[in-house]
């Protein structure tokens, strides 16, 4: 299992990217969260086979919201991230 970080920037707030991200995580088959930060900014903390978090990434780059753009990308490996049962939507 592969356990990930990631915060991402741009135009990823007020255009559904939480949602479509979580849509997004439940088709491809990741478990975790996605919730907005007071910067501006998306968290998002996702678990799963090494092959479905890398593709889980991939969508999330290109910004799973056709409104949203992503800007920036920070990305790390967590073994200390939780082991979710599903993907949900915080905050």
């Known amino acids: 299992m592969k356990k990930i970080k990631m915060t991402v ?3 990823v707030q007020g255009v559904g990217f939480r949602y479509m991200t979580k849509m997004v995580a439940d088709q491809i088959g990741v478990s975790g969260i996605v919730r ?4 501006g ?3 998002i903390e996702a ?4 092959d ?3 593709a889980f990434i991939a969508a999330v ?4 919201s056709p409104s949203g753009r992503v800007d920036t990308c920070t990305l790390e490996e967590d073994a200390n991230v939780e ?6 939507v915080t905050n």
């Open 61 to 64: 780059k290109r910004s799973p």
């Open 9 to 11: 920037s741009g135009r």
């Open 52 to 54: 479905k978090i890398d």
């Open 41 to 43: 900014s998306v968290y």
């Open 36 to 39: 907005n930060e007071d910067d």
């Open 47 to 50: 678990v799963g086979p090494s």
């Open 83 to 88: 082991n979710y049962i599903s993907f949900r």
